[in-house]
């Protein structure tokens, strides 16, 4: 059972990266999906999340109008594209799987390995 989240790489401000997080073990058919992020020296940030049918999400307010979850269920991936970066937006980015319903609070079961974004001003 694996998460595997992807994508990750050196930007410059206002760029753009699309994350995937795929599934191995498990289908996701059945769980939400959450992304976080962390940045050296800061706690850790839920940035969004989408449920298992798609039909609701939530993003940080910080990244609120840029950023966009989606998931394919039929490929057990997930999706964070991610526009109009900002140096702040630099953290390792996280992806993780509740079978509760759209949330970054709490418990996930499931957590993947993260990749690094990078934002260059």
């Known amino acids: 059972v694996q998460l595997q989240a992807s994508g990750g790489g050196l930007v410059q401000a206002g760029g753009s990266l699309r994350l995937s997080c795929a599934a191995s073990?498990?289908?996701?058919?059945?769980?939400?999906i959450a992304w976080f992020r962390q940045a050296p020296g800061k706690e850790r940030e839920g940035v969004s999340c989408?449920?298992?049918?798609?039909?609701?999400?939530y993003y940080a307010d910080s990244v609120k109008g840029r950023f966009t979850i989606s998931r394919d269920n039929a490929k057990n991936t997930a999706y964070l594209q991610m526009n109009l970066l900002k140096p702040e937006d630099t953290a390792v980015y996280y992806c993780?799987?509740?079978?509760?319903?759209?949330?970054?609070?709490?418990?996930?079961?499931?957590w993947g390995k993260g990749t690094q974004v990078t934002v260059s001003s």
């Open positions: 993780a799987a509740s079978p509760l319903a759209c949330t970054v609070e709490g418990d996930m079961e499931y």
């Open positions: 073990g498990f289908t996701l058919d059945y769980y939400t």
């Open positions: 989408i449920s298992s049918s798609g039909g609701s999400t």
